[in-house]
């Protein structure tokens, strides 16, 4: 790191401060994810194989790489007969069949939340409904829900794809979304896919998951506030680059996104006097108080936290790896 710039203060300036967004990083399904890759290997001892990256987090790959894990792109990347984790984010049936053929061990740790989207768009094309799935195209997530009923799906990548939607039957159709994706956003789409098909069903529960939505709550409500937002997460994270949109669409001056402190550049904060930190749903606090850390140094060394949810929500290891845990010594 280079020296730090210094910052004389006007007296009659504003006080700097740093608004810092909760709930923010980790949620249930990551957790989950990064926990059963620790497990797998120290249960079986390395290597563990992965299919895809666990979660969409540089230096949660790359942390887990230094254990042991290794990362593939395609499950005939695993020697035959070898462990492989499926990634939080989904696979489809084809995935799960080839690795099968393979003799491979398989630990899934999809996301529950993705798995109920799983759950949801085969039941509904089995009722013979015409399923819009709104979502990336090319994102592993939309790859695996859409591997699920590929007959029935067709995707939706946003709302300029709307008028190229062609269903069988205006009276079954359903829409579904990827779990990461922003809310407003995804309401913008489904209302303009329900002026087309006005009979257009709507999910059972909400498919984007409880933690994108309390994420992109809470820094609409600090956004306003803020010259600058710093939101922490990979740059193929989903739900990280969602939270740089949302911050500039709720008001933000600026918003940028930074997978480490270093990362940050010093003329971003020229002029500001409110700067807000948050982070992406697959990202590590101590990645956070990197950048809490290199804004102190350059006057930013109050922290006010801003709090729109507490969430509890915790899901338990995939049942492949349960069965296996060493029980825990006295």
């Not at 695996?144 to 190229?164: F, H, K, M």
């Not at 009276?171 to 789409?189: F, N, Y």
């Not at 937002?229 to 680059?241: A, E, K, L, M, Y």
């Amino acid at each position: 790191m280079g020296a730090v710039s210094a910052l004389p203060l006007n007296p009659s300036d504003p006080p700097r401060r740093v608004l810092l967004a909760r709930p923010r990083g980790y949620c249930a399904g990551v957790d989950r994810a990064v926990v059963t890759v620790e497990k797998a290997l120290e249960t079986y001892g390395a290597p563990v194989y992965v299919r895809k990256q666990i979660v969409h987090n540089k230096h949660v790959v790359a942390t887990l790489e230094q254990r042991g894990a290794i990362f593939v792109e395609e499950t005939d990347e695993v020697p035959e007969g070898s462990l492989v984790v499926f990634s939080a984010h989904g696979v489809s049936p084809a995935v799960h069949e080839e690795a099968a053929s393979r003799s491979l061990q398989v630990i899934d740790a999809t996301c529950p939340l993705v798995t109920k989207v799983h759950k949801e768009a085969r039941k509904f094309a089995a009722e013979g409904y015409d399923i819009l799935l709104i979502g990336h195209r090319g994102h592993e997530e939309v790859e695996g829900t859409q591997g699920e009923a590929p007959e029935a799906i067709q995707l939706v990548n946003d709302p300029s794809e709307v008028d190229d939607v062609q269903v069988s039957d205006p009276e079954k159709v359903i829409w579904l979304s990827q779990t990461t994706l922003s809310v407003d956003e995804t309401l913008e789409t489904v209302g303009m896919l329900r002026k087309r098909f006005p009979l257009m069903a709507s999910p059972p529960s909400d498919d984007i998951c409880y933690a994108t939505q309390n994420r992109q709550e809470v820094v609409k409500q600090i956004a306003p506030d803020c010259d600058l937002v710093i939101v922490v997460g990979s740059r193929n994270s989903s739900n990280s680059v969602r939270l740089v949109e949302v911050a500039l669409d709720a008001g933000a001056r600026t918003s940028y996104l930074v997978d480490y402190a270093h990362e940050i550049d010093e003329q971003w904060l020229d002029d500001a006097r409110t700067v807000g930190v948050t982070s992406g749903a697959s990202v590590p606090e101590e990645l956070v108080d990197g950048v809490l850390g290199w804004l102190a140094e350059r006057g930013f060394g109050d922290v006010e936290e801003f709090t729109a949810a507490t969430e509890t929500l915790t899901f338990s290891l995939p049942k492949e790896l349960r069965r296996d845990l060493r029980p825990a010594k006295a």
